[in-house]
């Protein structure tokens, strides 16, 4: 006969609602008695009815999870962040991939808001706050991830992007580049405007301007496409320093520029990415990057989704400082 929950507080020594705590709410309960009653499910084998306690309760013990781009090692690390917070807490976590379309955009969230999940975390392509504002009336919290809230309506864990844009572009002009290009897009990507915003900043205040050349995505692809492009642009005017906007499309540009025209990265061009991802140090020419803290934006995005579902209900605005990571492709 299987073990029923009241087994399970018997064996432990505790409440049933003790219990009921460790299973729906254990960061309500202290880490001594989270042990006590978990280690007597494992002793008594207790399977719990998801489905008939989801009934019950009108939510899951699921959080939601949408990226912008699951291809882009940045949000799997950001994943990670989450992941591992939230089975801490109990919970499991259910991610959608946009991919830039706010069509699957959309349609995640509906998706989730039908699962009744406990809360949604969500790097947004469109506008979304309409719809969070939505989730929110019928008690499903929301917190932004790689974006800050227009409205202040959500709590957001974000980057200053505009600081980073700077910081790669100071370090290209102190190592004493001159022609500055930014490789990235779409622009309407609020995360790459402000990166490029930071770039025009600190060239507006040496009387320079950058060459923007926009992708489609920021995929390794279209960095192949524009460092090809580059590549064919006479000497005397091609760029010696690039700024990417993210390190899939620094990478694409060192294939294009070094394996197949032979520029030389970085006596001819000086390339650095944005976000630091694992594959940056290991690529042909170990590459520069503006780093983001991913996985903590991913824990502390979890946090911020608990703490507003024990009643704070103040929106709090949590930015990080990108940093500087130097290495030989400038």
Known sequence: MASSIKDVALRAGVALGTVSNVLNYPERV??????KVTRAIQELDYVRNDAARQLRAGQSRAIGLIVLDAINPFFADIARGVEETALGFGYSVLMGN??????????????????????LLISPFGNVEDKLLRLKKSGIDSVLVDRVSENNDFSSVSVDDAAGGAMATKHLMDTGRSKIAFVGGPL????????LKGANRVLKSMSKRVVVFETSSLSVLEGRRVGTEIANVPKSQRPD?????????ALGLLQALVVTAGIK????VSIIGYDDIGYSSSAIVPLTSISQPSEIMGSTAINLLLQSGRGSVEAQQ???????VKRQST
């Open 98 to 119: 946009s991919a830039g379309d706010t069509t699957r955009e959309d349609r995640y969230i509906e998706l989730f808001e039908e699962q009744r999940v406990k809360g």
């Open 241 to 249: 320093g690039i700024f990417a906007a993210n390190d899939l499309v």
């Open 30 to 35: 202290s880490k001594s008695t989270f042990e």
């Open 188 to 195: 309407i990507i609020p995360q790459v405007s402000d990166r």
């Open 318 to 324: 949590v930015v990080f400082q990108p940093t500087l």
């Open 265 to 268: 990265v970085p006596q001819d």
